[in-house]
């Protein structure tokens, strides 16, 4: 599997950004799909995903109400769209795909195919 990140950018508080993620793959509807961000000197943190078949979603609780993700099967693509943008939300972001019971969609873990990463930036 393979996963191609797009849609980063600098932008200010309040403002929106939507990422996508386009993924390459034998079997891809059997995948979760993920985000996961990491800013310097800490570790990639889980921020939401969303299984394959059902497309039952996950989300972090510091993103919850603000961001949402979906998935075209079709298209073999994953979004995120982050609204109301805060300064906290700067970081390189993720997308990954792995395999997950809904109880273990937040851990890294869980995903064995990561993205390159794309960059958020988000200024006050």
Excluded at 64 to 69: P, S
Excluded at 80 to 94: E, G, H
Excluded at 101 to 106: C, F, H, N, V, Y
């Amino acid at each position: 599997v393979q996963l191609q990140a797009s849609g980063g950018g600098l932008v200010q508080a309040g403002d929106s950004l939507r990422l996508a993620c386009a993924a390459s793959g034998p079997n891809l509807r059997n995948y979760v799909l993920g985000w996961f961000r990491q800013t310097p000197g800490k570790e990639r943190e889980f921020v939401a995903a969303i299984k394959g078949v059902g497309g039952a979603t996950v989300y972090a609780d510091s993103i919850k109400g603000r961001f949402t993700i979906a998935r075209d099967n079709a298209k073999n693509m994953v979004s995120l769209q982050m609204n109301s943008l805060k300064a906290d939300d700067t970081a390189v972001y993720y997308c990954s795909a792995g395999t997950a019971i809904l109880s273990s969609m937040s851990q890294q873990r869980s995903y064995r195919y990561w993205g390159q990463g794309t960059l958020v930036t988000v200024s006050s």
